[in-house]
């Protein structure tokens, strides 16, 4: 899994766009407002991704109705996406982002 979020973050670099990741746990062993609420506070944010692990999971329904309220309510201008895996995150955001083309082509 580390690979593949290293994979998928790799793609941002590519492209010239700023990526800063946000993880957790999801066993319930981290405290995920404050770990989630301090990320989106810290700057403003474009696109927010939720991904997978948090959403695809019925077990998990009520952290990602948590995590998409800490982004709405403080990250309330950004847009939100849902990645399919963690390689199609850039894809994602892209969605919803203005994107230059990738770097160091052409």
Known sequence: MADAIEAG?????EHGVAVETCLFGLDGSD????????TLRARPWECVVIGGGVRKSEDQLDLFEQVVNLV??????AAIAFNSTPTDTFDAAAR???TPGPTGSG
Do not use: G, K, L, Q
């Open 31 to 38: 405290d995920v407002e404050t770990i989630v609420s301090h």
């Open 72 to 77: 709405r309510r403080h990250a309330p201008n």
């Open 96 to 98: 919803w982002i203005d």
């Open 9 to 13: 973050m790799a793609r941002f670099a």
